[in-house]
């Protein structure tokens, strides 16, 4: 499945953001849908996860609290809202799709789309 990640862009700290995934050739209500980032010199890391149904999700201790996952299956689309931002969370995020939660936590047979940049200004 080829994946494409938006709404990436310059914000100030404090702000706000919301990335959008979407498939053009596939739908996604049968994976298991995450976002990730990575930073400069720094490795992938995993943000947030949802099933195919939305009915469970899982977030890392750095997104937990600021940032939320969610998906509309009717509209083929996965988005992440980026609450309270900080400098520290520049970087390009990455969407990924999965066959479970279970592996894409794990990083397991992941399909990743193009990143979207996110920089954020103090």
């Known amino acids: 499945v080829q994946l494409q990640a938006s709404g990436g862009g310059l914000v100030q700290a404090g702000g706000s953001l919301r990335l959008s995934c979407t498939a053009s050739e596939r739908t996604l209500s049968s994976y298991a849908m995450g976002w990730f980032r990575q930073g400069p010199g720094t490795e992938r890391e995993f943000l947030a996860a949802?099933?195919?149904?939305?009915?469970?999700?899982q977030y890392s201790d750095s997104a937990k609290g600021r940032f939320t996952i969610s998906r509309d299956n009717a509209k083929n689309a996965v988005y992440l809202q980026m609450n309270s931002l900080k400098p520290e969370d520049t970087a390009v995020y990455y969407c990924a799709a999965a066959s479970a939660l279970i592996t894409m936590t794990r990083r397991i047979a992941i399909n990743w789309g193009q990143g979207t940049l996110v920089t954020v200004s103090s």
């Open positions: 949802i099933n195919w149904s939305g009915g469970d999700t």
